[in-house]
Antibody, heavy 123, light 108 residues
Framework: QVQMVQSGSDVRKPGASVKVSCKPS????????IHWVRQAPGQGLEWMGS????????KYAQKFLGRVTMTVDTSISTIYMELSGLTSDDSAVYYCARDRVHSNYNLPGCAYWGQGTLVTVSS | DIQMTQSPSSLSASVGDRVTITCRAS??????VNWYQQKPGKAPKLLIYSAYSLQSGVPSRFSGSGSGTEFALTIDSLEPEDFATYYC??????????FGQGTKVDIK
């Protein structure tokens, strides 16, 4: 069965960076786009960006351009999301999620989700 | 960018009620809308894709409708486990793949 396992909670100081990992299993690693979605406490879902693990093509939300980097390490079948220049507004749960259909179809829809990674930004 | 606006932001309902949540896109997205359910402390769950297609394993009391800019998620005969927050998401081929602000369904 498909599983998405994320790294554990993290605490960072303002101005620092955080790197969250996501390790999928149960399907061909390179076949499906991976999205990153975050949720601040008591707030809604915010799409941050996505990556195609086959060719590392990325698409980022305008809000995060220049601060977010999504990468793939195919040798260990792991996807990373790094966010820099952290402020308290970046305190949130960060989710990775796999598309429902093969990346060739370009029909986004997050069918499988990680458990979420709580990132707290505090001095 | 395509904006997704949900209404209402919250509603109270009873077990057995029929509930409808609406989502409006800022421009036509044909039938490219997804619906998710999220319970407190849990990751979202995909319910509906492409406006009206039920994701595998989702009960048939959930249904989606609409096209263009107006969409709806309907829950027939609300069950206790359906009290949650629901989000729409634009699912065209063009990012950003933004979500609506959410609709919280709680117990009356």
């Amino acid at each position: 069965q498909v599983q998405m396992v994320q790294s554990g909670s993290d605490v960072r100081k303002p101005g620092a960076s955080v790197k969250v990992s996501c390790k999928p299993s149960g399907y061909p690693f390179s076949a499906y786009n991976i999205h990153w979605v975050r949720q601040a406490p008591g707030q809604g879902l915010e799409w941050m960006g996505s990556i195609n693990p086959d060719n590392s093509d990325t698409k980022y939300a305008q809000k995060f351009l220049g601060r977010v980097t999504m990468t793939v390490d195919t040798s260990i079948s792991t996807i990373y999301m790094e966010l820099s220049g952290l402020t308290s507004d970046d305190s949130a749960v960060y989710y990775c999620a796999r598309d429902r259909v093969h990346s060739n179809y370009n029909l986004p829809g997050c069918a499988y989700w990680g458990q979420g990674t709580l990132v707290t930004v505090s001095s | 960018d395509i904006q997704m606006t949900q209404s209402p932001s919250s509603l109270s309902a009873s077990v057995g009620d029929r509930v409808t949540i609406t989502c409006r896109a800022s421009q036509s997205i044909r039938t490219y809308v997804n619906w998710y359910q999220q319970k407190p402390g849990k990751a979202p769950k995909l319910l509906i894709y492409s406006a009206y297609s039920l994701q595998s394993g989702v009960p048939s009391r959930f249904s989606g409708s609409g096209s263009g800019t107006e969409f709806a998620l309907t829950i027939d005969s609300l069950e206790p486990e359906d009290f949650a927050t629901y989000y729409c998401q634009q699912g065209t081929g063009t990012p950003p793949w933004s979500f609506g602000q959410g609709t919280k369904v709680d117990i009356k």
